[in-house]
């Protein structure tokens, strides 16, 4: 946002929209785009945690130790909470925000596994199968965490690495990327944090998939949240 209002002069008129109508049209696009794919992937990101509760307990654990329990998690905690994002990245691996990218277009004739594809040929990448290739990744349909901080630890989501794209790549990468990821990190590390979670006793969360372009869950998840901090850091909520 800071670097389209850096190069677009107060009288810049596009397909005879002012200034201010594409400032507010983009505002717009990065509200919802990152809104319904957050709500999603944190609805993922609990959905794994219920039913792999080892690593819930040790990612309660790791915000204990470098936040404590007397004050709430802040975004400025997040860089220290590497297995949060350990957690996060591993969601997005098997739950793409978006598990399609958008049409692209081949720039050259090119042979793709024995295909030959012709220049201007319109493409779209199964980001969804490419993150669950055992191909590429040991034990691909199991939810390891530790994955990124050990064999792929410098993958990052920004589409650098083409076996790990959940926001996909390039300039027509996922334009609510950084502001979803904010969203994400800070709402499930102060769900932890400020509560144990947890289903129905001896019931697992489902985790079928639902029909829809952030890849949304079939059925509600709904769990039981139990207080773990003091009364009084609730009055604020």
Request: proline share 5%; net charge negative.
């Amino acid at each position: 946002m800071d670097v389209m209002l850096t190069h677009l002069p107060e009288d810049t008129v596009i397909s005879g929209h002012t200034r201010d109508t594409i400032v507010k049209a983009t505002t717009l696009v990065l509200t919802l785009t990152g809104g319904e794919s957050t709500s999603v992937t944190i609805t993922w990101v609990l959905s794994l945690l219920l039913n792999h509760p080892n690593v819930l307990i040790a990612a309660q654990e790791e915000i204990d130790h470098h936040v404590g329990k007397q004050r709430w998690v802040e975004e400025s905690d997040i860089k220290n909470l590497k297995y949060l994002q350990a957690i996060v990245k591993e969601t997005l691996r098997l739950y793409p925000p978006g598990p399609i990218t958008g049409i692209r277009e081949a720039m050259q004739d090119c042979c793709i596994a024995g295909y030959d594809v012709p220049k201007g040929t319109r493409l779209i990448v199964n980001l969804w199968k490419l993150q669950r290739d055992p191909r590429v990744w040991e034990n691909a349909n199991e939810f390891r965490p530790e994955r990124f901080m050990t064999t792929h630890v410098d993958f990052d989501v920004k589409g650098q690495n083409f076996e790990y794209m959940p926001f996909s790549s390039g300039r027509r990468s996922c334009p609510g990327m950084t502001f979803g990821l904010q969203l994400v990190h800070l709402t499930v590390s102060k769900l932890i944090q400020g509560f144990d979670i947890r289903v129905a006793e001896g019931t697992a969360v489902d985790m079928e998939e639902g029909l829809g372009l952030a890849l949304p869950k079939l059925n509600p998840l709904e769990v039981v949240l139990s207080p773990r901090l003091g009364t009084e850091f609730y009055e604020c909520l």
